[in-house]
């Protein structure tokens, strides 16, 4: 039996459609609701940004401090319209977005469509099938895994990461931490929030070593996991 059929189809159909729904009425918006209209640049430069606070600053965790990130190929998880890839795409050799939307895939294409090294997959909400085993030197998501509604997707996801890094890579990404949030199990924006007993689970269930963590309780909880 394949993951997607033992995951809850219910969560994987309502996930589709919902941001399949969110990416025609107003993508920029639900990608980063900071605004309503975004002017094309400010978008974009919000995803600047992002990079340099939750990547750029990461580089020695990533590199190991002796391979160039032109080097590396690195995996995004929910890249959405490639409001970070654009950036991601002038730091590293290679990267891959997976998004569960196809309309956001479709956007996000047509916004990196100068990039060469940027390749888009449209995910089955919860598995990276199709990616090759130890193929990315690093895994990164961010505002997307505190939308997913169950842990068991958030589960399937990291055992999968694991699959597909190459030994000794990360996978840095961010949850929902803020454990009082009131929502119900098919809520595909507030999503399931992540305890740090969760977090330690994820981690070890998924055969990671938790590098690090911050955050926890806090909407921008971020863990580290290392494949070692
Ligand atoms: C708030 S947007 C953030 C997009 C991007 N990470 C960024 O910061 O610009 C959330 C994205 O995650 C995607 N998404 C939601 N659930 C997902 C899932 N289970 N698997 C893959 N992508 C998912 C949505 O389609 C959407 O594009």
Redesign the pocket.
């Known amino acids: 039996m394949s993951v997607t059929a033992k995951m809850d189809e219910r969560i994987?159909k309502k996930?589709?459609l919902?941001?399949?729904n969110?990416?025609k009425e107003n993508?920029q918006h639900?990608?980063?609701?900071e605004k309503s209209e975004w002017d094309r640049r400010d978008f974009f430069r919000?995803?600047e940004i992002?990079v340099a606070n939750e990547v750029m600053t990461d580089m020695v965790a990533i590199c190991g401090g002796q391979r160039s990130p032109l080097d590396l190929r690195m995996l995004?998880?929910?890249?959405?319209?490639?409001?970070?890839?654009r950036m991601l795409s002038r730091i590293f050799g290679h990267v891959t977005g997976?998004?569960?939307?196809e309309e956001?895939i479709r956007q996000?294409r047509e916004n990196t469509a100068d990039l060469p090294n940027v390749d888009l997959v449209l995910?089955?909400?919860?598995t990276l099938a199709g990616l090759p085993d130890a193929s990315y030197d690093f895994a990164f998501?961010?505002?997307?895994?505190?939308?997913?509604p169950a842990y068991s997707?958030m589960a399937s996801?990291c055992r999968d990461v694991f699959r597909v890094l190459k030994p000794r890579g990360l996978f840095k990404f961010q949850v929902q931490g803020y454990t009082e949030l009131t929502r119900n199990d098919l809520d595909?924006w507030l999503g399931h929030p992540v305890s740090a007993d969760e977090a330690e689970r994820l981690a070890g269930e998924s055969g990671f070593a938790m590098e690090r963590e911050k955050g926890a309780g806090s909407q921008w909880y971020w863990l580290w996991f290392r494949k070692v």
């Open positions: 994987l996930m589709r919902d941001w399949d969110r990416a993508a639900y990608v980063q609701n919000s995803g992002n995004e998880i929910g890249c959405g319209v490639g409001r970070m890839t997976v998004d569960i939307s956001m996000a995910g089955d909400g919860c998501s961010f505002i997307v895994f505190q939308h997913i997707v996801y595909t």
